[in-house]
């Protein structure tokens, strides 16, 4: 009778490099600060795992936060910011207390998606992204 072969350990080392490999996909890394907004917009950037600051924010610096933490950007009243959501994996869906919530973004389109509120008057608003509850303050001079 034939004997069964005892399994190699040599073929775990693949298997474990491909599941490590493949466990990565997906995952965008941060984007990287523009030095400028046009003028009256700022950009806050919304990833899988955190939000950033990317431009037209007094704060300036990338701002890069993650759950457990507050993003905070002070821009004049009239400022309208943008939230992008480029190379996402996972739902997002942003709303700014008291003013309004956008629509549910998720990846598959292609494309990066944006939002954006003008904020005409002064003021503290808060938003968060109701799927990771990460978010910020805006604050309006």
Not at 35 to 62: F, L, W
Not at 106 to 135: H, R
Request: one cysteine or more.
């Amino acid at each position: 009778m034939p004997r069964r072969a005892k399994p190699q350990p040599f073929l775990l080392q693949p298997f474990v490099m491909a599941s490590v490999f493949l466990a990565s996909c997906g995952i965008t890394p941060t984007p990287t600060p523009s030095a400028s907004c046009a003028a009256s917009s700022a950009e806050i950037a919304v990833y899988d795992g955190g939000m950033q600051r990317m431009c037209g924010c007094a704060e300036g610096g990338s701002g890069v936060v993650t759950s457990g933490q507050t993003l905070v950007c002070t821009v004049p009243a009239g400022t309208s910011v943008f939230f992008r959501y480029p190379g996402i994996v996972n739902s997002h869906q942003v709303t700014i207390t008291g003013q309004t919530t956008f629509p549910v973004r998720s990846s598959g389109s292609g494309v990066t998606q944006s939002d954006a509120w003008t904020f005409n008057s002064s003021g503290t608003f808060t938003f968060s992204d109701s799927f990771t509850s990460i978010g910020g303050t805006i604050i309006v001079l």
